[in-house]
């Protein structure tokens, strides 16, 4: 079975009706994946046994009614641990890891009796925007097989818009989530920097990364939030602040909302399409009631500058345990300890991630720090400023999620520095830890284009009321991938 | 900031810090593809940050303190299964010191 003409309350109602059973469900969402895998490489392990096992122990404790997840196959990035099962963050470095212990989002979902059905492809350590830096080989967009699906979370976001699953965890240091949330025509959530506790995820950049979700509607989007949201004594970073019910104020009703639309997130660079697409959005969010203003964020652009700075230094430091002593990848004929250190990475990593280890150590070391680390932290400041002034007026930020859609595959991967300006919209998010999501707004060329939206601080109830109520007005989300394009 | 060229003996040394290295033909295109990023990294130097505090982190939380309590959540042997190689319960490493290359 896909997962295309259902969502999470329909198929709890039909687990808990015993029309189906977990077992059930699970082998059709296997039989699905392993069909679909062929075209899109979302996954780069499928769970099989242990997934089936785990549906088994479900059934026979019986479905929770009062459980949304209960018995429901979920998709789970690669560099999110999960204990027993190869956890390779898209690198050789860890191509034989298995982790000890679990993610608190991965234990979060099991501790919903959700079904760990496979970990998904992605960019190398998270560093690249159309997955193809995956050490497992490049996964294809749902629509089109040609096209990249975005990155780093390009398998999270390919698996649910081709039908695989319902729900992936994907994470997001610089766009990871919304990016390929935008080129699949999903809704992909980064929450509140703090809002999902980080503990087990495979480190990048520690001031950047948070772990989000992927589903095909706002809805299925807000219940995994609830979930996988909360403290966390085990991530110091992580809010203590009461995890509100995200499902709670899905209205419809949008009157009376302010929303600021960035004239520099229409400007330079956005292709005519995407601008057209977003501006029809507003039409649609004025027509519900919302008020749409044109505001200013004037240092946004410099944030793919000070984001390659500040999430490189980041990854180098970050980075510096693989090592090849204690696990992941050793070289073989190492002369001595030191030798064993440079083969070991030098042979473990991919060329993005030797780039960007390369950018950190260099932004860090001594005679540049002042001029590149600090300067970048400066500009970080001025950046969150801008959001900071907006929102004193604003309830949300609306504009495009990325300036153009998915292109070929293999278009820019020896052009970095072009590479890096498709996060352009999204990085400056990240760097004042804001909740952003992107959501379908409309198609150009056969391919989605989508729309972000950005709340304040542990707002993401206001992204999710107006994500709903443009949802349900465009009803984008019953458009299906057909390959080849959508008309 | 500074109008940087990167040289190939730049590059080499940063990798040196970084405890990776690089092919002489791979050297050169790296050298050129880490230019081009510092040069897009270099319209920085557009901004006024006289006076500007920097920004390491944006979260909320303070001085996190949690009671320090010994748990047994993780066995030797189970760590270990992930080392490359182990032996009599410890991970096995080459010499830190190669004795058959001269001083």
Known sequence: MNYFETDLTQLHDQLVNKEISSVELTQAT???????????????????????AQAKAVDDKGIDATNLF???????KDNILTKDILTTAGSKMLSNFKPVFDATATEKLYGQDAIMIGKTNM????????????YFNA????????????????????????????AALGTDTGGSIRQPAAFNGIVGLKPTYGRVSRWGLIAFGSSLDQIGQFTRTVRDNAAVLNIIAGHDQRDQ?????????????LTGDIKGMKIALPKEYLGEGISKEVKETILNAAKQFEAMGATVEEVSLPHSKYGVAAYYIIASSEASSNLQRFDGIRYGYRAKDAKNLNDLYVKSRTEGFGDEVKRRIMLGTFSLSAG?????????????TLIVQDFQRVFEKYDLIMGPTTPTVAFNLGAKVEDPAEMYMNDVLTIPVNFAGLPGMSINAGFSEGLPVGMHL?????????????AYAFEQATQLFKQIPQVGGQK | MAETELTQD????????????????????FTTQLDDILNLVETLNEVDTTDVPATFTVTENVNVLRTDTANNTHQGSELLANAPEAENGLIKVPAIIDESEEA
Do not use: C
């Open chain 2, 10 to 29: 730049d590059v080499k040394h940063v990798a040196q810090l970084a405890m990776l290295t690089f092919e002489e033909q791979k050297l050169e295109h």
């Open chain 1, 123 to 134: 960019d190398e350590f998270a560093m690249g925007s159309t997955t193809e830096t995956s």
């Open chain 1, 30 to 52: 296997l039989a699905n994946i392993k069909k679909t895998e062929t075209n899109v490489n979302a996954f780069i392990t499928v769970n099989d046994d242990a997934a089936l």
């Open chain 1, 237 to 249: 970073t992580s809010s203590q602040r009461e995890v509100p019910d995200y499902t709670a104020n």
């Open chain 1, 139 to 166: 996964t294809k967009n749902a629509w089109d097989y040609t096209k990249v699906p975005g990155g780093s979370s390009g398998g999270s976001a390919s698996a649910v818009a081709s039908g695989e699953v319902l």
């Open chain 1, 70 to 76: 209960s018995g429901i196959p979920i998709a789970i």
């Open chain 1, 454 to 466: 950005i709340a304040k601080h542990f707002d993401e109830a206001s992204i999710y009321k107006a």
């Open chain 1, 368 to 380: 540049s720090y002042d001029a590149f680390f600090k300067k970048a932290a400066q500009v970080r």
